[in-house]
């Protein structure tokens, strides 16, 4: 059976994003894992440089090693930098299967969107004392869970795309 062209110009958003994402830049659950593992080790990593990070004290934060303001926007300290390059190991971990790979954009998403949720509440923004969670950090955990959501979540995965092979509209291996 022919399928027609997908045209993404007369697509909905949702299914715009998904048509680029895959066959433009060829993204799947595997390679996501391994792109957020990077960018989560480099900004762990990065919090701990001078000049990426200014110093800067956070107000109602119990631990203030490594205090500072990362690029100058967001907020961090050492457990935030641990936190960070934890959730990178665990990317590049989980970007050897499918299935850790698809379980790791759930969690990103799970959490992260949980920190956005406690970054808005005055009470919880600095996750009671240990990691600062305010500011700009709010709509980049925002963004961040709902990226991985779509992958955990809304896109279906099939064992074809532990290749990167898929039909983007069934998700049926190409041949």
């Given at each position: 059976?022919?399928?027609?062209?997908?045209?993404?110009e007369?697509?909905?958003?949702?299914?715009?994003?998904?048509?680029?994402?895959?066959?433009?830049?060829?993204?799947?659950?595997?390679?996501?894992?391994?792109?957020?593992?990077?960018?989560?080790?480099?900004?762990?990593?990065?919090?701990?440089?001078?000049?990426?990070?200014?110093?800067?004290?956070?107000?109602?934060?119990?631990?203030?090693?490594?205090?500072?303001?990362?690029?100058?926007?967001?907020?961090?300290?050492?457990?935030?930098?641990?936190?960070h390059?934890?959730?990178?190991?665990?990317?590049?971990?989980?970007?050897?299967?499918?299935?850790?790979?698809?379980?790791?954009?759930?969690?990103?998403?799970?959490?992260?969107?949980?920190?956005?949720?406690?970054?808005?509440?005055?009470?919880?923004?600095?996750t009671?004392?240990?990691?600062?969670?305010?500011?700009?950090?709010?709509?980049?955990?925002?963004?961040?869970?709902?990226?991985?959501?779509?992958?955990?979540?809304?896109?279906?995965?099939?064992?074809?795309?532990?290749?990167?092979?898929?039909?983007?509209?069934?998700?049926?291996?190409?041949?």
């Amino acid at each position: 059976m022919h399928r027609p062209a997908f045209r993404p110009e007369r697509a909905v958003p949702l299914e715009a994003l998904h048509y680029y994402l895959l066959r433009r830049l060829a993204v799947n659950i595997k390679t996501f894992a391994r792109i957020f593992g990077i960018v989560f080790l480099i900004v762990g990593i990065g919090g701990f440089i001078p000049g990426i990070t200014q110093p800067h004290d956070h107000p109602g934060l119990a631990v203030e090693a490594g205090s500072g303001m990362e690029l100058g926007l967001f907020p961090v300290n050492v457990l935030h930098n641990i936190v960070h390059i934890a959730f990178g190991i665990w990317g590049l971990i989980a970007a050897r299967t499918v299935g850790a790979a698809r379980g790791y954009a759930k969690a990103v998403a799970i959490v992260y969107a949980l920190l956005t949720v406690l970054g808005l509440i005055p009470a919880t923004n600095t996750t009671f004392g240990l990691v600062p969670i305010y500011g700009h950090d709010i709509w980049l955990h925002a963004l961040l869970a709902a990226v991985a959501g779509y992958f955990g979540f809304a896109r279906k995965w099939t064992d074809a795309d532990d290749t990167g092979r898929s039909d983007v509209h069934t998700g049926h291996a190409t041949r």
